[in-house]
């Protein structure tokens, strides 16, 4: 089956041919470790885990390599390091097992490589060097930057002109750089600061040098797919574009695959704004599938909004599908050969997860009607996506530890609070509403309508 992938590079919807079918090869940027990482986060994780998935299956698993890096040398986690007084190396191996208990949660397979920046300085030393040879970057002030108007495609990934970026670059400008947009790929040391040696003194790498570093190492100088929020189209992306192929002459990567944001009550969600949910919260509350397969309904390129409504919905059809296969009096076979395969046309149709799962529905509906062989292809696909995975006993005994919603009693309560408000019974409406949220409910009228969500 031809795969699609949407590619950033060139705007367009593109048939998949990877550069050598015995090595799939593809890159996805990985979390900066200082902290939990929040649902947002999460999406990157699960949309490349099903291309992933689709990558295997197709080419076998030994054939595909999946790297996913991780950033353990960054302003914010010398800031964090800080301000906790804890050691960065504590810090960091810390936050990277929150990260894999998180990503196991969320049923994420494990890349097959998961470098991390500071095992990889030399390489990065290598490449900055190469790059000051060919005369595409220069040191000053033991700051070594890529000078960007050596590039000509620089810009074409984002596509934004080199003169856009230096007229919006002017403001900060630090002045031993010979243009404003160009970028550091390495900086000095503070005493306090990590630092290591190099041509240009002690020092540290610039974030973007990271990736073409360590995706040249496990991948080579060209791969198939670079994967990211897309958030890091730029500058991240287009940063490592420009080092890399000045640096090879080659081709950096065929496919730029990127996700969506997540926003939650429409606003991007992320750290700065601190309109966060750690993935780590959730645990008490949601079993890692409901997540997964919430982050599902969407496509991952469009935005996502995460709301309680949506999470509880996918909840209840988790609990009705994990029925039909609990119930079952055989053991099913788990065998690939039974995916559906209007399940895997709708992947291979640029990911199309939500079109995925319109087929699972309409497979349920069959195997509910008493077909086995629908209920065999229902379960290996739903298995596929890294749904249904657990054992029904242990899904169906699982309690949350936070809630026991009761969802018609709550929309019950916000029908009587709005027949008090059409009476002009404010009294009422207010003590109902007082009411949800001692159940840990809080409303939002907002449009004539009246939205809830848990405190
Ligand atoms: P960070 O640790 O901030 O570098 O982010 C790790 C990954 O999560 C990157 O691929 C980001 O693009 C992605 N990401 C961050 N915030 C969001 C969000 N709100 N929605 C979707 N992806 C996000
Ligand atoms: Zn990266």
């Known amino acids: 089956m031809d795969y699609q992938f949407y590619d950033t590079y060139s705007n367009t919807k593109k048939s998949f041919t990877p ?118 970057a220069y040191e000053a002030d033991g700051n070594v930057l890529f000078a960007v108007n ?77 994967g990211g929020g897309q958030d890091l189209t730029f500058p991240h992306h287009e940063n490592e574009i420009a080092q890399s192929e000045s640096c090879n002459d080659k081709k950096f990567a065929n496919f730029w695959m990127h996700n969506g944001f997540l926003s939650i009550e429409g606003e991007k969600m992320s750290k700065s704004l601190g309109n966060f949910i750690t993935i780590n919260e959730l645990k008490d509350t949601y079993q890692g599938e409901v997540i997964r397969f919430n982050m599902m309904l969407t496509h991952y390129r469009q935005p996502l909004n995460w709301t309680e409504k949506s999470l509880l919905d996918s909840k209840k059809t988790l609990d009705k599908w994990y ?36 087929e699972l529905h309409q497979l349920y509906k069959v195997a509910n009607d008493g077909d086995v062989d629908a209920l065999e292809i229902f379960y290996n696909s739903c298995q596929f996506l890294g749904i249904l995975i657990s054992d ?32 002009k019974d404010f009294p009422e409406a207010d003590r109902i509403r007082d009411e949800l949220l001692n159940l840990g409910v809080i409303l939002e009228d907002k449009d004539n309508k009246t939205t809830w969500k848990l405190k």
């Open 19 to 136: 550069l050598d079918a015995s090595n799939v090869r593809m890159y996805v940027c990985g979390p900066t470790v200082y902290d939990y990482a929040h649902v947002g986060n999460a999406r990157p994780v699960i949309v490349f885990d099903i291309v992933y998935r689709m990558l295997n299956l197709k080419y076998g698993a030994e054939h595909v390599t999946y790297v996913r890096n991780i950033t353990d040398v960054d302003d914010k986690i010398i800031e964090a390091s800080n301000s906790l007084n804890e050691d960065i190396s504590t810090l960091t191996e810390r936050t990277i097992n929150y990260f894999h208990d998180d990503a196991s949660y969320v049923g994420a397979l494990q890349p097959n490589v998961e470098p991390k920046a500071t095992d990889h300085i030399p390489e990065m030393i290598n490449i900055i060097e190469k790059l000051i040879k060919k005369n595409h």
């Open 150 to 226: 050596t590039f000509d495609k620089y810009g074409n990934l984002s596509g934004k002109s080199l003169e856009d970026l230096i007229a919006g670059s002017r403001v900060e400008v630090a002045n031993y750089k010979k243009n404003p947009a160009d970028f550091t790929l390495w900086k000095p040391s503070k005493a306090n600061e990590p630092g290591w040696d190099s041509p240009w003194g002690k020092g540290r790498p610039g974030w973007h040098i990271e990736c073409s570093a360590m995706s040249e190492k496990y991948l080579g100088q060209t791969f198939d797919i670079h």
């Open 323 to 358: 029925k039909i296969i609990g119930t079952y009096d055989k053991p099913l076979a788990s065998k690939s050969d039974l995916i559906s395969q209007k399940m895997l046309s709708a992947l291979a149709d640029d990911v199309n997860t939500p079109q995925a799962i319109a």
């Open 392 to 423: 029904y006993n242990s899904w169906s005994s699982w309690q949350s530890k936070t809630m026991d919603i009761d969802e018609n009693l709550i929309n019950g309560l916000i029908e009587k609070r709005n027949e008090a408000r059409s009476a």
